[in-house]
């Protein structure tokens, strides 16, 4: 598990406290599978109104004041809170954030970490983070998620639903201007493995054509979905002649999960 030990034991000791609008997000969640890239800097929590920050907060912070840990808050607003968790030898940063309660799909419970944010919005946050700043660890995470969650071009035709103001060309535009760093931009970054510049270009480069011809096929009446396949019971970035087998899945507050009727239906 990419976390550090400490964040590690973190998550599991406030899993309990988990809820669906309560969970991990951000690169904490994205990460915490054996298969990416990084180790996040800090364990990000997202709540779904103001008023739920502060409560969950309050019963985090017990908790690991019960425990023998360390929190020294750093800042503090309605909705917002970051704090250092600390103990002799280790310490990480936490936050506790408002997120929009409109996404894609439900939390997801992990085994270690409870509620989740499910890995595809994790996606589109990441995109749209990526769009919004020029940091090498977005760079990273959106190229992981090219490989391992869903291709690029499906989450810039989803990202759009997301936020409106954008289009998926749009979109295409902004982030075709990321890309290029030096080997000094990563040395802040603790990477499970050093990253190779030309293999990164290759692949960006690649992601973006591929994305391109992507968005470039999809109906415009369809902006801002995902595209669900029956047959393979999950979310695809192209699929085979049988147009028929793949669904578009549009977001709402709190996301809803496909479900298969039959093979001729699809209920959200």
């Given at each position: 598990m990419p976390l550090t030990e400490f964040q590690a034991r973190i998550a599991e000791l406030l899993a309990a406290n988990r809820?669906?609008?309560?969970?991990?997000?951000?690169?904490?969640?994205?990460h915490i599978e054996p298969n990416s890239v990084r180790y996040s800097n800090d364990l990000d929590y997202f709540h779904?109104?103001?008023?739920?920050?502060?409560?969950?907060?309050?019963?985090?912070?017990?908790l690991l004041e019960k425990t023998g840990l360390e929190v020294r808050v750093l800042m503090q607003r309605v909705g917002f809170v970051r704090s250092v968790v600390a103990e002799t030898s280790s310490s990480t940063k936490v936050e506790?954030?408002?997120?929009?309660?409109?996404?894609?799909?439900?939390?997801?419970?992990?085994?270690?970490?409870?509620?989740?944010?499910?890995?595809?919005?994790?996606?589109?946050?990441?995109?749209?983070?990526?769009?919004?700043?020029?940091?090498?660890?977005?760079?990273?995470?959106?190229?992981?998620?090219?490989?391992?969650?869903?291709?690029?071009?499906?989450v810039c035709w989803a990202a759009a639903g997301k936020d409106p103001g954008f289009t998926p060309p749009l979109i295409l535009s902004r982030i075709r201007r990321r890309g290029a760093y030096r080997p000094e931009d990563f040395a802040s970054l603790r990477l499970r493995q050093p990253v190779d510049l030309t293999t990164l270009k290759t692949e960006w480069l690649s992601a973006l054509e591929q994305a391109e011809g992507f968005i470039a096929s999809r109906p415009a009446e369809e902006i801002g979905c995902l595209y669900y396949s029956r047959s393979l019971s999950r979310f695809v970035g192209s699929w085979a002649a049988d147009a028929n087998d793949v669904v578009p899945h549009y977001g709402r507050p709190g996301g809803v999960l496909p479900v298969i009727v039959d093979r001729k239906s699809v209920r959200f």
């Open positions: 809820t669906p609008d309560s969970y991990l997000a951000g690169g904490a969640a994205l779904d109104s103001a008023e739920r920050v502060g409560s969950a907060y309050d019963e985090d912070r017990a506790w954030a408002h997120d929009s309660a409109w996404r894609f799909l439900p939390p997801v419970r992990h085994p270690q970490a409870g509620f989740c944010l499910h890995p595809i919005d994790l996606a589109v946050n990441k995109l749209l983070a990526l769009i919004g700043r020029n940091e090498p660890r977005d760079f990273l995470d959106t190229l992981h998620v090219h490989r391992e969650v869903l291709p690029l071009g499906a």
